[in-house]
């Protein structure tokens, strides 16, 4: 006896209607909606293979439900997940960026890589090849330690022409912190979970160390600014973790 695989049955027009709506009331990423459809297809596909047989609708609308209540939650800690996020690439990137690079807090005359190794001091001296070496047509600005609201930031600066790039590294403090879930990541460079934001005028993307968090802050397009970032993030993470020991 040959057998056929049942055609689910489409889900009432009233639980379709309550699963979009509680979807879209959520400021939910995208791939939240896509687990759900084919989360959805897969049970639409089951039928209990004897006893009871509920009706299908029954039987993904109760799946329906269980996973809208999980958008909900996911939801929700994405939201407060992308603004501990934004926060920090703001507020630490953007604000050093702005007080010192943007505002030309550089000399006109790029001092000598030796003068840099100096400011810099010898444990993030090995910061300023790094850079030249990932921006090639850009010239090193400056290299030295600045103070901003009261915190100090290892920074490197390049230019090329209007575009202005800067490698910050600072200390973290107590309860600073990227999320532990590197879903949120904007992407991954060698196991690496790097985070990405802008202001509408600058792009800030950066990860943390256990005691350290570095950005790439420029006027660069968003995403030649996160691949910069990608570019960067092994070497500077080693820089930074050799401190550390």
Same mark, same amino acid.
């Given at each position: ?100 690079? /943007? ?6 005359? &790029?001092?000598?890589?030796? %003068? ?5 001091? #010898?444990? =993030? @001296? ?58 949120? /990541? ?6 690496? &979970?790097?985070?990405?934001? %802008? ?5 800030? #993307?950066? =990860? @943390? ?37």
């Amino acid at each position: 006896m040959s057998t056929q695989t049942p055609v689910p049955e489409p889900l009432p027009a009233n639980i379709q209607q309550a699963l979009r709506e509680t979807i879209t009331a959520q400021d939910a990423p995208p791939w939240l909606a896509g687990r759900i459809s084919a989360r959805i297809r897969e049970d639409a596909a089951r039928r209990p293979a004897s006893g009871l047989r509920l009706p299908h609708w029954v039987l993904a609308g109760a799946a329906t439900f269980a996973l809208a209540v999980a958008v909900v939650a996911g939801a929700r800690n994405w939201n407060a997940a992308t603004t501990q996020i934004a926060g920090l690439l703001h507020t630490l990137g953007i604000g050093d960026h702005v007080y010192c690079a /943007a505002s030309g807090h550089y000399p006109q005359t &790029p001092p000598a890589v030796e %003068t840099m190794n100096e400011k810099l001091g #010898a444990d =993030f @001296a090995a910061l300023v090849p790094a850079v030249s070496g990932s921006l090639p047509g850009y010239t090193i600005r400056q290299g030295h330690i600045c103070i901003y609201k009261g915190r100090p930031f290892i920074h490197v600066i390049a230019k090329k022409d209007e575009q202005l790039v800067s490698l910050i590294v600072t200390a973290r403090q107590a309860g600073e912190d990227f999320p532990m879930n590197s879903v949120v /990541a904007r992407m991954r460079k060698d196991g690496i &979970p790097i985070h990405a934001s %802008t202001d509408g005028l600058f792009q800030s #993307a950066g =990860f @943390a160390t256990p005691n350290h968090f570095a950005f790439v802050v420029s006027n660069l397009e968003e995403r030649a600014n996160l691949m910069l970032m990608a570019s960067l993030a092994p070497r500077v993470y080693g820089i930074i973790r050799a401190v550390a020991r």
